[in-house]
Nanobody, 123 residues
Framework: QVQLVESGGGLVQPGGSLRLSCAAS????????IGWFRQAPGKEREGVSC????????RYSDSVKGRFTISMDNAKKTVYLQMNSLKSEDTAVYFC????????????????WGQGTQVTVSS
């Protein structure tokens, strides 16, 4: 079955950390670019980060640069998003998807994405 499955969300205090996982199955993982998006209630979807299937190319939005790190484990077919120094404005549903380009500001899902995982940053 071709799918992406996110996990790792939860409730964390401001300044805390979480690591999200995006597990792929059913397709040749390293031929694709994978992006992380987030969407908060009442707000538009926002591109957060992306990584090329080889892991050699990564990009971040200005809002998370320096705090989030994207990485991948090709053997496990999993992309990770390590989120540090979390802020209340990071609260959103995060989901991963195969994307059509490697510019975080303009990338769009190409049709394969997960169900999302909720991240809540609150004291």
């Amino acid at each position: 079955q071709v799918q992406l499955v996110e996990s790792g969300g939860g409730l964390v205090q401001p300044g805390g950390s979480l690591r999200l996982s995006c597990a792929a199955s059913g397709f040749t993982f390293d031929l694709y670019a994978i992006g992380w998006f987030r969407q908060a209630p009442g707000k538009e979807r926002e591109g957060v980060s992306c990584i090329l299937g080889t892991g050699a190319y990564t990009r971040y939005s200005d809002s998370v640069k320096g705090r989030f790190t994207i990485s991948m484990d090709n053997a496990k077919k999993t992309v990770y998003l390590q989120m540090n120094s979390l802020k209340s404005e990071d609260t959103a549903v995060y989901f991963c998807a195969t994307v059509d380009n490697l510019e975080v500001a303009t990338m769009s899902p190409t049709g394969l994405w997960g169900q999302g995982t909720q991240v809540t940053v609150s004291s």
